[in-house]
């Protein structure tokens, strides 16, 4: 699926890039996570996809984590939040329960590379995506606050990993 956030100079405002990477996941036949009141938990999570240009497949979501931990500010104890979710709990549990241990060790492998890649553009980074962004900045184009951090995502060639790892995707 051709996603416009997965462009570099992406031109739509990071609130119409969720908008548009939600339909993604509707179209997929997904559900997209909603946070409780007062909570920017997973709007802040789908940002990342936005700003990094990842979608949803497995190896795109461990490409996620690689940009996650070396190109974000965070505070552990407010991601580990992300974890906690009953939605995310839920689908871990599915994840093992349809291709057990084996197939989270055979998509870490099959990623290194894609990891690899993803390291080297967090160097070149000038400054780290702050998990936690600004309320303001959901209405700036997703391109000028990728050059604001010096964000570089890769290419479609650049995230290919060969034929996708195929799950349910149901919890």
């Known amino acids: 699926m051709d996603l416009r956030y997965q462009q570099q100079e992406c031109d739509l405002t990071l609130r119409e890039g969720i ?3 939600h339909a993604y996941l509707e179209a997929i036949g997904r559900k997209a996570m909603v946070d409780h009141a007062g909570k920017r938990l997973i709007l ?4 990342t996809h936005v700003i990094f240009g990842m979608d949803t497949s497995l190896e ?3 490409g996620l984590d690689t940009w996650l931990i070396f190109g974000c500010q965070y505070q552990w104890r407010y991601l580990r939040g992300y974890a906690q979710l009953p939605e995310i709990k839920a689908l871990y549990k599915a994840l093992i329960k349809d291709g057990g241990w084996f197939l989270l060790l055979k998509l870490y492998l099959k990623c290194l590379g894609l990891k690899w890649r993803i390291i080297r553009r967090t ?10 962004f600004p309320e303001a900045w959901l209405d700036h184009p997703v391109a000028a606050l990728r050059a604001q951090h010096g964000i570089s995502i890769l290419t479609p ?3 290919a ?6 799950w349910s995707g149901q919890y």
Do not use: I, S, V
């Open 19 to 21: 908008a548009e990477y």
């Open 44 to 47: 802040e999570h789908d940002a």
């Open 60 to 62: 795109q979501e461990a």
């Open 123 to 132: 160097r070149r980074m000038t400054h780290k995506w702050p998990f936690q």
């Open 157 to 159: 060639g650049e995230r």
């Open 161 to 166: 990993t060969g034929d996708l790892l195929e």
